[in-house]
């Protein structure tokens, strides 16, 4: 019964010292400035833009149908047969759904197409990370604007080597821009 107490007095105080073993540092990043300042990120961004400015040529040339359509109803409204009157307004009124409709898939597609280039630039920051975290010797390292975290000392900020280290081992984005 001794034997025991001793080993487990020796055993508790064994653990402080192999807790101080444990890195205690810590460092943040700046997440939105690695995917505003990384080639990747930036390529992604240009992606993600063209899409966008696709998809607001088409809801613009479906807006200039419609006003088009709502001009010609207005200028001839006396001289059409109220058949003839109806139907277009009826072929107007389609065509503000469409654009309603149209609208709302392009948000939808481009908030799915943001969310997939943000995993996908995710998945390969996160070794980048990992690899940092450990050749320093952090115990962990938080995102600086979405922790919670209120403030952090510019020295324990790794945002820059982050970019350069990621830009290093990512591909060349003139590859990844022209699919």
């Given at each position: 019964?001794?034997?025991?107490?001793?080993?487990?007095?020796?055993?508790?105080?064994?653990?402080?010292?192999?807790?101080?073993?444990?890195?205690?540092?810590?460092?943040?990043?700046?997440?939105?400035?690695?995917?505003?300042?990384?080639?990747?990120?930036?390529?992604?961004?240009?992606?993600?833009?063209?899409l966008q400015e696709e998809r607001i040529a088409?809801?613009?040339?479906?807006?200039?149908?419609?006003?088009?359509?709502?001009?010609?109803?207005?200028?001839?409204?006396?001289?059409?047969?109220?058949?003839?009157?109806?139907?277009?307004?009826?072929?107007?009124?389609?065509?503000?759904?469409?654009?309603?409709?149209?609208?709302?898939?392009?948000?939808?597609?481009?908030?799915?197409?943001?969310?997939?280039?943000?995993?996908?630039?995710?998945?390969?920051?996160?070794?980048?990370?990992?690899?940092?975290?450990?050749?320093?010797?952090?115990?962990?390292?938080?995102?600086?604007?979405?922790?919670?975290?209120?403030?952090?000392?510019?020295?324990?900020?790794?945002?820059?080597?982050?970019?350069?280290?990621?830009?290093?081992?990512?591909?060349?984005?003139?590859?990844?821009?022209?699919?």
């Open positions: 019964m001794k034997k025991f107490l001793v080993t487990m007095a020796v055993a508790a105080l064994a653990v402080p010292v192999l807790a101080q073993n444990a890195p205690a540092r810590v460092a943040v990043i700046d997440v939105q400035k690695v995917l505003t300042q990384s080639t990747s990120g930036k390529a992604a961004y240009e992606k993600l833009r063209a088409k809801a613009k040339t479906l807006d200039e149908d419609a006003k088009k359509l709502e001009a010609e109803i207005g200028t001839k409204r006396l001289s059409l047969s109220e058949d003839k009157l109806a139907e277009m307004q009826k072929q107007l009124a389609d065509k503000r759904i469409a654009i309603q409709r149209y609208a709302q898939d392009a948000d939808r597609e481009i908030g799915e197409a943001r969310d997939r280039e943000l995993q996908a630039l995710e998945a390969r920051i996160k070794p980048v990370i990992d690899g940092i975290g450990k050749e320093m010797g952090l115990a962990a390292i938080f995102n600086k604007f979405e922790s919670g975290l209120v403030y952090a000392a510019d020295a324990i900020d790794i945002t820059d080597t982050v970019i350069q280290r990621f830009n290093a081992s990512a591909p060349a984005p003139a590859a990844a821009a022209k699919k």
